[in-house]
T-cell receptor, first 112, second 117 residues
Framework: QKEVEQDPGPLSVPEGAIVSLNCTYS??????FMWYRQYSRKGPELLMY????GNKEDGRFTAQVDKSSKYISLFIRDSQPSDSATYLC????????????FGKGTRLHILP | DAGVIQSPRHEVTEMGQEVTLRCKPI?????LFWYRQTMMRGLELLIY????????DSGMPEDRFSAKMPNASFSTLKIQPSEPRDSAVYFC???????????????FGPGTRLLVL
């Protein structure tokens, strides 16, 4: 079983819809959870991060962590065509000496 | 700042040839990372440096891969000899010193698309 699982998509939703992106993981030692956004032919960029279970909101984006289920989610409200990208979940055990383990990413298309 | 600069942006080579990828991190960043991204394996960390010193190279797949950072503004990733399975997008990223706690913002370059025939 891979450490981090993420559905590759593609996921196509109409503009304005709520988008739900998800990852599952197997290592219960992961403590820090991140979401990266990667536009086509660009490098990933950090979108949000959170620590411990619960929700974190930043504008139209909400990151949710459920450690008991080893499940994390990213919600995008009022989705825009500019949100079309690949979204990668990522996680780390403790500190900067630990590797960040990335999911393979979910391709998202927001249809105008 | 121009961001992380990588060259070349595209590289096509034949199996057995030496490939050298180059990276210039953002000025003032003292962490530098090399990643490889493929559809099959996703984004994988190959090696990272702190203050020009390699810290963790456990992700380097084989002895055919080597990385150097001779100074704070330049790093290379070399593959010798190259093989078709090395075809991937190789990203370089850099980040600031450890003042942000466990989560640091890594700034990625645009990547080098490598195709080994």
């Amino acid at each position: 079983q891979k450490e981090v699982e993420q559905d590759p998509g593609p996921l196509s939703v109409p503009e304005g819809a709520i988008v739900s992106l998800n990852c599952t993981y197997s290592n219960s030692a992961f403590q820090y959870f991140m979401w990266y956004r990667q536009y086509s032919r660009k490098g990933p960029e950090l979108l949000m991060y959170t620590y411990s279970s619960g929700n974190k909101e930043d504008g139209r984006f909400t990151a949710q962590v459920d450690k008991s289920s080893k499940y994390i989610s990213l919600f995008i409200r009022d989705s825009q065509p500019s949100d079309s990208a690949t979204y990668l979940c990522a996680m780390r055990i403790m500190n900067r000496d630990d590797k960040i383990i990335f999911g393979k990413g979910t391709r998202l298309h927001i249809l105008p | 700042d121009a961001g992380v600069i990588q060259s070349p942006r595209h590289e096509v080579t034949e199996m057995g040839q030496e490939v050298t990828l180059r990276c210039k991190p953002i000025s003032g960043h003292d962490y530098l990372f090399w990643y490889r991204q493929t559809m099959m394996r996703g984004l994988e960390l190959l090696i990272y440096f702190n203050n020009n010193v390699p810290i963790d190279d456990s992700g380097m797949p084989e002895d055919r891969f080597s990385a150097k950072m001779p100074n704070a503004s330049f790093s290379t990733l070399k593959i010798q000899p190259s093989e078709p399975r090395d075809s991937a997008v190789y990203f370089c990223a850099s980040s600031l010193p450890n003042i942000q706690g466990p989560i640091e913002t890594q700034y990625f370059g645009p990547g080098t698309r490598l195709l080994v025939l």
